[in-house]
C-alpha cells in the first residue's frame, strides 16, 4: 500500500501541469473558449490523470504495473452550460467524473472548481466543498438506499452539510425540490422500489439538488430508462439548468443524447481527450478519425437516412488500459493509419479548423484528412465483414 | 400466397401464479416471417418483445405459463405444440437464437470451443478433430481472430463483442432457417455494434436466414428491417414495412417515440417531445386501448374495447402484410411528411382531441397509477 502510495506521488511529483497550475489557475488550463461569449470556466481539468496500480503476488504484494483510466485530460466547463463527455466503455470517462469529485485517488494533475485545487484540499474540506458538486448516478436504483424512504434519502445530505434548521424546514425544502422534478409530493414516505425507473432517476436529481450545487455531473443520466422516458428526463435536466443556472458535466456513451444536452462536447479514447468542440461544430464537421467512427456508427432512425449513411467500420476492440498502444492511443484501429508518426509520436490536443470555433483535435493528419489528400488506408463502408 | 417460414397466429402468454392475478405478458400476436427476411419486434422493457421470441423457442417454464394460438414452421409444425424432445431438435437446426447478454450467456467455467463443439455434436454428429475444426472454421466465420487458440480461451478472456461473434457462431453452426436475435447489440458499445449488425446483415443476405430482430432501438430497425412489429404491452399496434413506418407513423405509440428521441442528424435545438406517464399507466386491453392513459389522441372512443387492427390511412393496397395500425384515432401524417417527424402539434388530418389532459382520462390513468404504485 505505502510503496504503491509513494510511487504514485513520486510520479505526481515532476508532473509538469499540476506545478504550474497552482499559480496560473484558469488561464493556463482553458485553450477552449466556446462560441460566443464565453462565460469563466467554472471547472478546469489540468493534465488530470487516475492510474490504478495492478497488484500481484500475495506476499510481497508488488505493483506490476497502472491502468491507465485518465491519462492526461484537460478540459474546462463553461458556468452555467453543458459538457458533454462521450467515449465507449472502458475510455475513462466515469473514472473522470468520480475524480472530479476525489471519489477515486487523483495521480496528477488538477480539478480547479471556482479557483480551488480539489486535487489538493485535505479530506475534510473536499467533503465541505462536495455540497456544491453532486452526482447524478447511471443506475437509479443502485444508488438509492433500499431501506430508506424520500424524505430520509434526501435529508441526509442536508443534515450531513448543514442545510436547513431543523426537520421541518428540510421537509419544506424536500417538497419544493420533489415538485421542481416532478414527482408527487406523497413521495417523502415512500421508498425507492415504488417507483418507476424514470422517477427513480428523478429522485436521484432530487437528491443532488437538494443541496443546491453550482455543477452536476451526470454519469449515463438516462442510459437505463427506457426511450420514452429518456426524453423526459431530459427535459428536466434542461429546465432545471435555465431555472437554476446550474452547469453539468454530462458522461454518457449515447452520441445523440450528448449532443442534444450538451453545449460542448469532448470525446474520449483511452483515456485522453481526441476532440473537443462546441456541438454543432463537432457534429458537423468531425476531425479525429475515432469521432468520424464512431458516429458513423449510430444507427438513425430513419431508413432513407439509414440506408445512404456511410458506416466506417473500426477493426477490432478497444486496446488494454494497462498496456495501451504508443503513439496515437487510436492508431491500432484508425483507418487512417500514416507510416510515420501515428505508431511513435503521441499527438497533443491542439485547436484546429481555424479560430473561434473551438474546435481541438489530438490528430498529427487532421488537416489531411478534412483536406482529403489522405485516404482511409482499409476500405471504407464496403458491405463485407470487416477482419480484425 | 406461399407458404411463409414461420407463421405466428394469435400467440398468447399468460403467467399464472397461485393467489395472484394473471398477468398476460403477450396477447394476440400474429405476424409471419419469410426466408432471407429481417422482421423486427420493437418495444420497450415490458411489451412482451422477449417473451415472445422465448415462447417461438421452447424456452419457457411449462408450469405457470399459458400459451396459445399458433406459431407454424413451413405452415404444418406448430412450435407451440411440440413435446421437449421434438423442439430440442428443431432448436439449433431449423431455430436458433442469439441473447442479449453474451457473458451469461456462455458457461464461464467451459472453454468456448467445447461449447461450441456440444452443438457440433448433438445435431450434426460432429467428433473430436473435425468438430475442432469446424468450430475453428465457424470462429473464423463471424470474423474472430486466431480462432484455434480462441477456442481454448474462457468466455471471461474474450471481448464483449467477441463473445457475441461466438454465440452467433454457436447459433449459425447448423445453418439454421430462422435466427432470433433478443436485443443482440443492447450490451456493446456503438462501434462495436455497428460490427455486429453488419456480421447479421452478412448472414442473411449470404445464407438466405430469416432473421427475427428484437430491440428497443429504432434506429437498428431502420437500417435492418424489412418489416417492423411495434409492441405495446403486449399487442402489436403498428405493422409495416420499415419506410411506410418511419415515414408515417400512424399508431400516436410510435409517433411518440420517434418524437422522443434526440437524433443526430437533426438540427440540434429542437426540445423532445416525450410520451408523458411511463409503461406503468396503462389499462387492459378488453377494457380499451392501453396506451390511452398516456395518449395525446385520447378521447372516450378509446375505452371502448380493444381497438382493431385495420389499414393505416397511408396504407396504399389494403391486405395482411401492408401497413396496419390498431387505433381508433390514427395518426395521419400523409398530408404532412416532413412535419411528422419531430413535431407533436395537431395537424391537419389529426383528430380534433385536445392534447391536454381530456376529462375522461383523469380517473383512467390515475386509477392505473395508483396500481402501479
Not at chain 1, 481526441?274 to 432512425?301: C, F, I, N, Q, W
Not at chain 2, 450467456?105 to 469446424?134: F, Y
Not at chain 2, 385536445?354 to 396500481?371: H, I, L, V, W
Amino acid at each position: 500500500m505505502t510503496e504503491s502510495e509513494s510511487a504514485s506521488a513520486s510520479a505526481s511529483g515532476p508532473e509538469p501541469a499540476s506545478a504550474s497550475v497552482s499559480g496560473s489557475g484558469p488561464a493556463s488550463a482553458a485553450p477552449v473558449p466556446p462560441q460566443g461569449a464565453p462565460p469563466a470556466p467554472l471547472l478546469t481539468l489540468s493534465g488530470l490523470k487516475v492510474h490504478f496500480p495492478l497488484r500481484r503476488g500475495v506476499v510481497f504484494d508488488r505493483t506490476v504495473g497502472h491502468v491507465r483510466a485518465v491519462d492526461g485530460v484537460s478540459l474546462s466547463v463553461p458556468a452555467g452550460r453543458t459538457y458533454g463527455l462521450v467515449g465507449e466503455s472502458g475510455c475513462g470517462k466515469t473514472t473522470l467524473g468520480r475524480a472530479v469529485l476525489r471519489l477515486t485517488d487523483i495521480t496528477a494533475g488538477s480539478v480547479v472548481f471556482d479557483g480551488t485545487d480539489l486535487a489538493k484540499l485535505p479530506e475534510g474540506e473536499m467533503r465541505r466543498a462536495r455540497r456544491r458538486l453532486q452526482m447524478v448516478f447511471q443506475d437509479p436504483l443502485g444508488s438509492l438506499n433500499p431501506r430508506q424512504n424520500i424524505e430520509s434519502i434526501l435529508a441526509e445530505g442536508m443534515a450531513a452539510h448543514g442545510i436547513g434548521a431543523g426537520r421541518k424546514e428540510r421537509r419544506e425544502r424536500i417538497r419544493a425540490i420533489l415538485d421542481r422534478v416532478g414527482l408527487p409530493a406523497g413521495s417523502l414516505s415512500r421508498y425507492p422500489h415504488e417507483f418507476s425507473g424514470g422517477q427513480r432517476q428523478r429522485i436521484g436529481i432530487a437528491r443532488a439538488l437538494v443541496l443546491e450545487p453550482d455543477l452536476l455531473i451526470c454519469d449515463e443520466p438516462v442510459s437505463a430508462l427506457d426511450v420514452s422516458i429518456q426524453a423526459q428526463v431530459l427535459n428536466l435536466l434542461e429546465e432545471l439548468q435555465d431555472a437554476m443556472g446550474l452547469t453539468y458535466l454530462v458522461i454518457a456513451h449515447d452520441l445523440a443524447v450528448v449532443r442534444h444536452i450538451s453545449d460542448v462536447i469532448g470525446v474520449m479514447y483511452l483515456g485522453s481527450l481526441v476532440e473537443e468542440a462546441p456541438g454543432d461544430e463537432l457534429y458537423g464537421t468531425p476531425r479525429h478519425p475515432y469521432t468520424k467512427a464512431l458516429m458513423s456508427a449510430v444507427p438513425v432512425p430513419d431508413p432513407k437516412a439509414e440506408d445512404r449513411r456511410e458506416r466506417i467500420l473500426l477493426t477490432g476492440d478497444l486496446p488494454s488500459p494497462a498496456d495501451p498502444p504508443a503513439g496515437c492511443r487510436f492508431h491500432t484501429r484508425c483507418p487512417w493509419k500514416q507510416p510515420t508518426r501515428c505508431a511513435d509520436e503521441r499527438p497533443a490536443l491542439r485547436p484546429a479548423g481555424g479560430a473561434g470555433t473551438g474546435h481541438r483535435v489530438a490528430c498529427h493528419w487532421a488537416e489531411e484528412i478534412a483536406a482529403g489528400t489522405l485516404r482511409p488506408t482499409g476500405d471504407l463502408a464496403a458491405p463485407v465483414l470487416h477482419r480484425v | 400466397m406461399t407458404t411463409r417460414l414461420l407463421t405466428v397466429e394469435d400467440l398468447t402468454v399468460t403467467f399464472t401464479a397461485r393467489g395472484r392475478r394473471d398477468v398476460t405478458a403477450v396477447s394476440g400476436v400474429s405476424f409471419d416471417i419469410g426466408a432471407g427476411e429481417v422482421v423486427g419486434l420493437v418495444g420497450e422493457s415490458g411489451c412482451g418483445k422477449s417473451v415472445t421470441s422465448l415462447a417461438l423457442m421452447g424456452l419457457l417454464p411449462r408450469r405457470g405459463v399459458r400459451t396459445g394460438g399458433r406459431a407454424l414452421l413451413d405452415g404444418s409444425t406448430d412450435l407451440l405444440a411440440l413435446d421437449d424432445a421434438r423442439i430440442r431438435d428443431l432448436r439449433g437446426t431449423q431455430l436458433a437464437m442469439v441473447f442479449q447478454d453474451p457473458l451469461s450467456s456462455l458457461n464461464p467455467v467451459v472453454p468456448i470451443g467445447v461449447q461450441v463443439t456440444e452443438i457440433l455434436r448433438r445435431h450434426r454428429g460432429l467428433r473430436g478433430e473435425r468438430a475442432r475444426a469446424e468450430a475453428a472454421h465457424l470462429l473464423d466465420r463471424v470474423g474472430i481472430p486466431d480462432p484455434a487458440r480462441r477456442l481454448k480461451e474462457y468466455p471471461h478472456q474474450l471481448s464483449g463483442g467477441m463473445r457475441q461473434r461466438a454465440l452467433i457462431a454457436m447459433a449459425v453452426a447448423c445453418a439454421p432457417r430462422l435466427l432470433i436475435a433478443d436485443e443482440p447489440t443492447t450490451a456493446l458499445d456503438v462501434t462495436i455494434q455497428a460490427q455486429i449488425l453488419e456480421l447479421l446483415r452478412e448472414l442473411v443476405d449470404q445464407e438466405g436466414t430469416a432473421l427475427l430482430m428484437i430491440t428497443h432501438d429504432l434506429g437498428v430497425v431502420a437500417g435492418l428491417c424489412d418489416r417492423v412489429n411495434v409492441l405495446y404491452a403486449g399487442k402489436v399496434v403498428e405493422a409495416a414495412a420499415r419506410r411506410p413506418l418511419f415515414a408515417a407513423p400512424a399508431h400516436p405509440y410510435t409517433h411518440g417515440l420517434l418524437a422522443s428521441i434526440p437524433r443526430l442528424d437533426a438540427p440540434r435545438g429542437q426540445p423532445l417531445k416525450p410520451i408523458r406517464g411511463s409503461v406503468n399507466d396503462t389499462i387492459a386491453w378488453a377494457e380499451g386501448c392501453a396506451f390511452a392513459p398516456r395518449c395525446d389522441h385520447f378521447s372516450p372512443a378509446c375505452l371502448e374495447g380493444t381497438p382493431a387492427q385495420a389499414p393505416a390511412p397511408d396504407a396504399a393496397v389494403p391486405g395482411p402484410r401492408s401497413h396496419l395500425v390498431r387505433c381508433v384515432h390514427p395518426v395521419n401524417t400523409a398530408t404532412a411528411p416532413d412535419a411528422a417527424r419531430r413535431d407533436g402539434q395537431p395537424r391537419p388530418g389529426h383528430p380534433p382531441h385536445p392534447p391536454s389532459e381530456p376529462p375522461g382520462a383523469a380517473p383512467a390513468a390515475s386509477a392505473t397509477k395508483e396500481k402501479a404504485e
